[in-house]
Structures are given as structure tokens and as C-alpha cells.
């Protein structure tokens, strides 16, 4: 019998574009060996970590390879190189989108390329720093270095570790995979605890729905295994299902006497999203959708997290004839038309009324986000729905999704400025109408590129 390995995971690139970082969150650790400056000497890090991919446990060798040339770039180059190619089952090749693809870039994946890393392990091309959807149009110039897989992530945030994780064991050789798949298959995933991010304006009713939601139900005192909570955030229970409240914008410690001065702090907005996987956006059901409502919700999709519109104070409208809840709905979207996929609900924070499926509701949104689409099925599907509407005869190579949270989808097209709007929103459109999504927001990204067939770098 074979003597029994882990897989080894073989991280790297330029100084600064997060190895470290998503070495811990890969590491599912928060202890961060994490420095600003680059060229930081420190030895080559190894770790044994477990990924849970489809409900099983895997264990793996995790390696960082920073700072091994110390002041002397190509020096790092030429070793980290070495090191994938003698150790390496999967490389991950990291790269930062918001610096853009540089010169050393460019050394590196080249001495991968001569050295011919890929033909002995698969490379992934990892773009980190993706935090928000406006980082994701600088993700294109990658897809230039001709490796085979490009995906996307944000190791501070966390977005997009699950599909890495994902991608890594399914690139693995079968029998190493066999021998990853550890431990006691009675064992259980721990539970994604649900993220949930009560957003809006001032004076909405934030803090009311949060005292009702906490109140209702006990709150939880003991931590659950596998969630790491905010000193902010509340661990909770809806609909007997645990789920942490993220605390947003200091709304439960705001003192009453500050009423009225509370500010729309973007900052904070941010940060409570980025910790979030779905946000409920109140509006206001009495005084209606204003401009800040709008920015709000704007924000919430550009973070990429699930959302649910909440018209609270429904109380004060439920027995006005003049104001129907199909009336109440057509307004809304028509002011935010683009949170069109939104589920809206209807509730009274004060008195308490129209959330008792929030938690289903959160629950199907984010079991909706788990779909993966295959490659083949979707290519084949993008072309199949750019014969329908094409207005500047777009042609359509690989297509391809790169991400679950949100869904993102990457097509490689003859001229990304061929593909008109009209065909982006009829594509996203038909997407929604086959596999759904409700609730989440979905990324069609366009890169010019042909397909994978040709690609010189593909491995055999
Ligand atoms: P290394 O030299 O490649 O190991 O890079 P580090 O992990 O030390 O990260 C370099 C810098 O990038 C640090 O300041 C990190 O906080 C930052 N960083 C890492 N990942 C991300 C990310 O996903 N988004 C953003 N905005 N910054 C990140
Ligand atoms: P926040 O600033 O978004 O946290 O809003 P608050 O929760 O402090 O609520 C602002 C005001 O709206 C308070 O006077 C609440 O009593 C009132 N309010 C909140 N929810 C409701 C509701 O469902 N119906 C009615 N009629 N008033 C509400």
C-alpha cells in the first residue's frame, strides 16, 4: 500500500498581495501573521488545515511561501517556483486585483510556465483583494496570463474561499483526494450560521425590529462551533434556527437622547456588510423611499450579499384602502428597480407582525447561492441566449462561474464592447428565469479571450 500523504497546497506570489492572509483564512484562523511592508523576511509557513467541501472533511498542508528571497524579488521567484514544483499537488498563484497584474506578476507565472509547474500540479490563478463588485472589472487583465483557472476572492473579507476550496479538491488526483477525505464520516459540518445585516435609513425602525427579533427569542449564550462572532453582533434564534444579528452601525448601543442626529455612515455601513451573507434593507412604509434608501441598497449590492426589502410600519397603512400591499410593491420597484430580485415583506416593527418567514426566507436565499452551474451547461446556455438578442453580434467562447458568494459568472467573449447592455440585462434576466437567485445579486462578467481548447498554458 502507498504510504499515506495530505495533499500539499503551495501558495504564492509577489511580496504584498495577501499570502499571508488568506493562508489564515484558508487556515479558518484569525491569528494573523500579516505584515504592510513588503519584502518582510519570515519563514516559509506550513500548517495542516481541514476543509469541509460538499459536506466532507478534508485535511491538507497548507504552505505559505513569503519573504524566502528576503530583499531579493527574483531570488523569492526562483524559490517559490522550486518549492511548487517539488512539493506542490495544487498552486495557488495569488495576485492582487486592486494593484493590477505587474511586472513581477508576469516573472512569476513565467518561471512557472518554464519551469512547467503545471504540467505536474494544477496552477489557479487566485485574484485577491476582490472586495466589492467594482473590484471585479479589474480582475480581466489576469485572464491575459493564460493560466488555466482564474478565480476570485477576497481573503480579508473571506469572499469567495468556499470555491476555492471547492476548486482545489476538485482539481486533486483521485487517490489523493481518497486519502485527504479524513476522519470519522459520522462527523458533521458545522453549521453555516446565516449572517444577517438589518440596513436603513435613520428613524426606519432598526432598532425596534432588532428588540423584536432578539427579544422574541432567547438569545444564546454559548457559542455554536464554527461561528465566530463580533463582540457587536448577536448570536440568535429565528424560527429556531440560529443566526447572528451583525450589529450595524452601532444601532444597539445608539443612546435614545441621539435621536434624529444618527448619520448614514457609509464606512460602517460597509463593514457590517462585509460580515454579512444577507441584509434586510428597511424602508419606510409611511413615509415612503427616499434618495438615502437608494444608496443604501446600492450598497448592498455592490458587497455582493443577499437582500430582502422589509416596509415596516405596515401598521400604519394596513387599514388604509387607498394603499394596497400590490400597491405598496409596484412602488417600490419601481424606485429601486435594481434590486429587482429582491423578495419584499411586509412587516410592523413595533408591533411585532409579517416577519414570522424572515427565516425561511433567509435560509432558501442563501440555499439558492449554493447552486454551481457546470461550465459545459452554462457555455452552452450563454450561446444558445445570445441568438435570441444580440444587437452587436457578440460571439461567446467559454463560459464559465467563478463564484458562488454572489454567484458570478465569467464569459469569454470576441469584444467585450459587442456585448450591449440590453444583451447583459437579457442574460441576466434569463439566468434568474432558469436557476433563480432569488434574493441575491449576480455578477456577468465579460473578458475578452477565446476559449480554453486553445489556450497554450491549459493543462493536458
Ligand atoms: P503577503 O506579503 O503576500 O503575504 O501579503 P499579506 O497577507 O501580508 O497582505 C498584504 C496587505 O494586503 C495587508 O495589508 C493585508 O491586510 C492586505 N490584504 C490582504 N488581503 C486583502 C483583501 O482581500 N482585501 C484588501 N483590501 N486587502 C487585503
Ligand atoms: P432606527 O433609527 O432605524 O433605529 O429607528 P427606531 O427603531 O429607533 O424607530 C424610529 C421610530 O419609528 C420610533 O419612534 C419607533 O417607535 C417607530 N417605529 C419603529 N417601527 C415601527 C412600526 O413598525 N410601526 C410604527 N408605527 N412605528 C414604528
Same mark, same amino acid.
Given at each position: ?290 434618495? $438615502? ?11 455582493? %450579499? ?49 416577519? $414570522? ?41 467559454? %463560459? ?61
Amino acid at each position: 500500500m502507498s504510504s499515506h500523504r495530505l495533499p500539499r497546497i503551495v501558495i504564492i506570489g509577489r511580496p504584498n498581495v495577501g499570502k499571508s492572509t488568506l493562508f489564515n483564512r484558508l487556515l479558518g484562523r484569525r491569528q494573523a501573521l500579516v505584515h504592510d511592508l513588503p519584502g518582510v523576511t519570515r519563514d516559509r509557513i506550513e500548517q495542516e488545515s481541514d476543509w469541509w467541501v460538499g459536506g466532507r472533511k478534508y485535511r491538507l498542508l497548507l504552505t505559505d511561501t513569503g519573504g524566502l528571497g528576503g530583499e531579493h524579488f527574483a531570488e523569492e521567484i526562483r524559490k517559490q517556483v522550486e518549492m511548487a514544483l517539488r512539493d506542490a499537488d495544487a498552486v495557488i498563484a495569488l495576485f492582487d486585483a486592486q494593484a493590477g497584474l505587474t511586472a513581477a506578476d508576469e516573472e512569476l507565472v513565467g518561471e512557472l510556465k518554464r519551469k512547467g509547474v503545471h504540467r505536474k500540479a494544477p496552477v489557479y490563478c487566485v485574484v485577491n483583494k476582490v472586495d466589492a463588485e467594482s473590484h471585479e472589472k479589474l480582475v480581466s487583465e489576469f485572464f491575459a496570463l493564460g493560466l488555466e483557472q482564474v478565480l476570485t476572492v477576497s481573503a480579508e473579507h473571506g469572499r469567495g474561499i468556499d470555491d476555492l476550496q471547492e476548486a482545489v479538491i476538485g482539481g486533486l488526483a483521485p487517490e489523493l483526494t481518497e486519502q485527504a477525505a479524513s476522519g470519522d464520516s459520522r462527523e458533521e459540518e458545522p453549521a453555516r450560521v446565516p449572517r444577517v445585516a438589518i440596513m436603513g435609513r435613520p428613524n426606519v425602525g432598526k432598532s425596534t425590529l432588532t428588540n423584536a427579533l432578539l427579544g422574541e427569542e432567547r438569545m444564546i449564550t454559548s457559542p455554536i462551533a464554527g461561528t465566530t462572532v463580533d463582540a457587536v453582533d448577536s448570536l440568535t434564534e429565528l424560527n429556531g434556527k440560529p443566526f447572528v444579528l451583525v450589529d450595524t452601525a452601532g444601532i444597539r448601543r445608539k443612546s435614545k437622547t441621539e435621536k434624529g442626529v444618527e448619520v448614514l455612515s457609509v464606512v460602517q455601513a460597509k463593514k457590517a456588510l462585509e460580515r454579512s451573507d444577507v441584509a434586510i434593507l428597511l424602508l419606510d412604509g409611511e413615509k415612503g423611499i427616499t434618495d $438615502q434608501d437608494e444608496k443604501i441598497g446600492g450598497l448592498i449590492q455592490e458587497a455582493g %450579499c443577499g437582500v430582502i426589502l422589509a416596509l415596516n410600519k405596515w401598521d400604519t397603512q394596513k387599514r388604509n384602502p387607498k394603499f394596497t400591499q400590490e400597491m405598496a410593491a409596484e412602488r417600490v420597484r419601481k424606485t429601486m428597480a435594481y434590486l429587482n430580485y429582491a423578495p419584499i415583506l411586509f412587516v410592523s416593527a413595533k408591533e411585532r407582525t409579517g416577519f $414570522q418567514d424572515l427565516g425561511e426566507l433567509i435560509m432558501e436565499i442563501l440555499h439558492q447561492r449554493q447552486l454551481k452551474i457546470p461550465t459545459h451547461e452554462f457555455t452552452e446556455w450563454v450561446r444558445q441566449e445570445s441568438t435570441i438578442h444580440n444587437p452587436k453580434n457578440a460571439k461567446f467562447f467559454l %463560459c464559465h462561474q467563478a463564484g458562488k458568494y454572489p454567484p458570478t459568472f465569467i464569459c469569454h467573449v470576441n469584444d467585450p464592447e459587442r456585448v450591449h447592455f440590453s444583451l447583459k440585462r437579457h442574460l441576466i434576466n434569463a439566468l434568474r428565469e432558469r436557476w433563480g437567485y432569488m434574493g441575491s445579486p449576480v455578477r456577468l462578467l465579460f473578458v475578452r479571450g477565446k476559449s480554453r481548447e486553445k489556450n497554450p498554458f491549459a493543462r493536458k
